[in-house]
């Protein structure tokens, strides 16, 4: 399903810094690929102590210096918005040419890794606000300028849907957490992956009703008899490339995962049904 306000652009640059609003900039990594789009941005952010960079991206030796080159060296906090391996990998190594601290959800997903120091849900760095959005992932954070742009991650991207895997993929999460952004009245998306997207309340909307719609036809596959989440992704993703059924998959569960802990559905032995009480 294709989106309003979706946005596509032409591959970008690597390597280079990418402005994107005053003081404000991506590089974006050579990761491309169908989860990554053109690349995994790394974003630098200007502050009066130095420069902040949220995500260093993958773990490329080419990516790091090329961050190092557009910060001179002088990075003064390394952020993440969440512990997956292609906004991860990078951390480690920039934050040894660096020094500089790495901060994330104090709980994070990703096994042995251990931030500097673990952020809480609305904290102030500089002029950023942690914002804790879990369900793409449970430790991911957005984090708010007071320009009013949002540092996105995965949560909401300017070029697709996020995947929701469980167990540590949430939908119910998911949902409740672009309420929340909804709520607020920002004007610029910066996402972990494609173009910032400016005036973003209508995507992120259309993407809230995506998943009710997703959810509705979920029902009506139970109510049918399609009782596997593979069962109902071959028909609700009717056409799509085998390699991206098993991602629409977990989607699927997720989204069963959801209805289950709000009573909507029950499971057994792999086997789901409507609940007689939805």
């Avoid at 920039?94 to 709980?107: C, D, F, I, K, Y």
């Avoid at 942690?130 to 540092?151: E, I, K, Q, R, Y």
Wanted: proline share 8%.
């Amino acid at each position: 399903m294709e989106l309003a306000g979706f946005m596509t652009e032409t591959e970008p640059r690597r390597g280079v810094l990418l402005p994107a609003a005053p003081g404000i900039g991506r590089i974006v990594a050579p990761n491309p690929g169908p989860m990554t789009y053109h690349g995994t941005n790394s974003w630098l952010l200007d502050e009066p102590q130095g420069t902040t960079v949220i995500d260093p991206g993958p773990d490329d030796a080419s990516h790091v210096a090329a961050i190092l080159a557009a910060t001179g060296g002088r990075v003064h906090t390394i952020l993440l918005t969440h512990t997956h391996h292609d906004h991860l990998g990078a951390t480690a190594a920039l934050q040894a040419a660096t020094g500089a601290p790495v901060l994330a959800w104090g709980t994070p997903w990703a096994p042995n890794f251990t931030p500097t120091r673990g952020i809480a849900d609305g904290e102030r760095i500089g002029s950023l606000t942690a914002l804790h959005t879990p369900g793409h992932a449970s430790d991911h954070l957005c984090f708010a300028h007071t320009s009013g742009a949002v540092f996105t991650g995965d949560h909401v991207m300017s070029w697709s849907t996020s995947i929701v895997s469980p167990p540590d993929g949430d939908m119910l999460a998911y949902m409740a957490s672009l309420r929340r952004l909804i709520a607020r009245d920002d004007t610029l998306y910066l996402p972990g992956h494609g173009p910032p997207l400016p005036h973003p309340a209508t995507l992120a909307r259309g993407m809230l009703g995506h998943r009710i719609m997703r959810e509705a036809s979920i029902l009506r596959c139970l109510d049918a008899g399609q009782t596997t989440e593979q069962a109902i992704a071959t028909t609700l993703y009717a056409g799509l490339a085998p390699h991206f059924l098993q991602a629409a998959a977990r989607n699927v569960l997720a989204h069963l995962l959801k209805l289950q802990a709000e009573g909507r559905a029950t499971q057994h032995n792999g086997h789901w049904r409507p609940s007689t009480q939805s």
